[in-house]
């Protein structure tokens, strides 16, 4: 059978794979697309297998959200070349969407997930075989709330977050929330979430501050709790000022009566 230039393409948009290979592979099949789109999956199980030794420090966090549910992944590569792709990225999409339809918890549960009845690990080898590069599931993130989701992934693709609040927020306030802790990254959400050992701590330390300064010893408390005041309006997510605008705190974007209950920042940087 005569392997035509309408095949090869009409190959090449169902797989995404190279021109060469798909014109290879249809001749290997005799022109027969399904049995090329077998054997094309076939290689890449078989592509992915050999590079699955290969380092994949690269990447993109998803921050995927979807009503009441949301996930974080994080989803790896070995260039910053294949990170930008756009099909790598649309694969993070899927492969977060789907973790967000089910209750699973371990990335190896992850890939044995169904999309298109097509299972998670044979997403990634076909990509695998797209891109060129070994790919993998680093980490993923899967929570669910009674009130609202807002998420945001830095331009990069390096930093993503998701912030879950105990009510509705607007979009825009929502999302805005999400890039200070991207650019912030705060250890808690508001003082009431400290832990009382992390209090201890550093009070012990802006006591001994105090007493290095020469503070006389009957305001040395005193000290400490302004100075602990501060601690909290930098460590804590809805005490902090707002970097878009710093004549306001994140506790005065929320509306009333909601606010942070979790967040979650996941970051290849560094």
């Given at each position: 059978?005569?392997i035509?230039?309408?095949?090869?393409k009409?190959?090449?948009?169902?797989?995404?794979?190279?021109?060469m290979?798909?014109?290879k592979?249809?001749?290997?099949?005799?022109?027969?697309?399904?049995?090329?789109?077998?054997?094309?999956?076939?290689?890449?199980?078989?592509?992915?297998?050999?590079?699955?030794d290969?380092?994949?420090?690269e990447?993109?966090?998803?921050?995927?959200?979807?009503?009441?549910?949301?996930?974080?992944?994080?989803?790896?590569?070995?260039?910053?070349?294949?990170?930008?792709?756009?099909?790598f990225k649309?694969l993070?999409?899927?492969?977060?969407?789907?973790?967000?339809?089910n209750?699973?918890?371990?990335?190896d549960?992850?890939?044995?997930?169904?999309?298109?009845?097509?299972?998670?690990?044979?997403?990634?080898?076909?990509?695998?075989?797209q891109?060129?590069?070994?790919?993998?599931?680093?980490?993923?993130?899967s929570?669910?709330?009674?009130?609202?989701?807002?998420?945001?992934?830095?331009?990069n693709?390096?930093?993503?977050?998701?912030v879950e609040?105990?009510?509705?927020?607007?979009?825009?306030?929502?999302?805005d929330?999400?890039?200070?802790v991207?650019?912030?990254?705060?250890?808690?959400?508001?003082?009431?979430?400290?832990?009382?050992?992390?209090?201890?701590?550093e009070?012990?330390i802006?006591?001994?501050?105090?007493i290095?300064?020469g503070?006389?010893?009957?305001?040395?408390?005193?000290?400490?709790?302004?100075?602990?005041s501060k601690?909290?309006?930098?460590?804590?997510l809805?005490?902090?000022?707002?970097?878009?605008?710093?004549?306001?705190?994140?506790?005065?974007?929320l509306p009333?009566?909601?606010t942070v209950?979790?967040f979650?920042?996941?970051?290849l940087v560094?």
């Open positions: 059978m005569a035509t230039a309408a095949l090869v009409e190959l090449r948009e169902k797989t995404g794979v190279g021109m290979d798909c014109k592979v249809l001749q290997e099949t005799n022109g027969d697309i399904e049995e090329a789109i077998k054997s094309l999956r076939e290689k890449g199980l078989s592509k992915a297998a050999k590079k699955s290969r380092s994949t420090k990447g993109r966090i998803i921050a995927f959200t979807s009503g009441t549910k949301a996930v974080l992944l994080e989803l790896n590569c070995e260039t910053d070349f294949v990170a930008s792709n756009d099909n649309a993070g999409s899927k492969v977060a969407e789907v973790i967000s339809q209750n699973v918890q371990t990335v549960e992850a890939k044995d997930l169904e999309v298109d009845g097509s299972k998670v690990s044979e997403l990634i080898s076909d990509a695998v075989l891109l060129g590069e070994n790919i993998n599931i680093g980490q993923f993130k929570v669910s709330t009674s009130g609202s989701f807002s998420g945001y992934e830095h331009t693709g390096k930093i993503g977050v998701i609040f105990t009510g509705a927020v607007e979009s825009e306030v929502g999302r929330i999400a890039m200070q991207a650019a912030m990254n705060p250890p808690y959400v508001s003082s009431d979430q400290v832990p009382d050992s992390d209090i201890q701590n009070a012990d802006l006591r001994k501050q105090a290095s300064e503070k006389p010893e009957q305001v040395v408390e005193k000290i400490i709790q302004g100075r602990l601690f909290y309006k930098e460590n804590c809805v005490e902090q000022v707002f970097v878009k605008d710093q004549d306001k705190t994140i506790k005065q974007l009333e009566g909601t209950a979790t979650d920042r996941f970051s560094g």
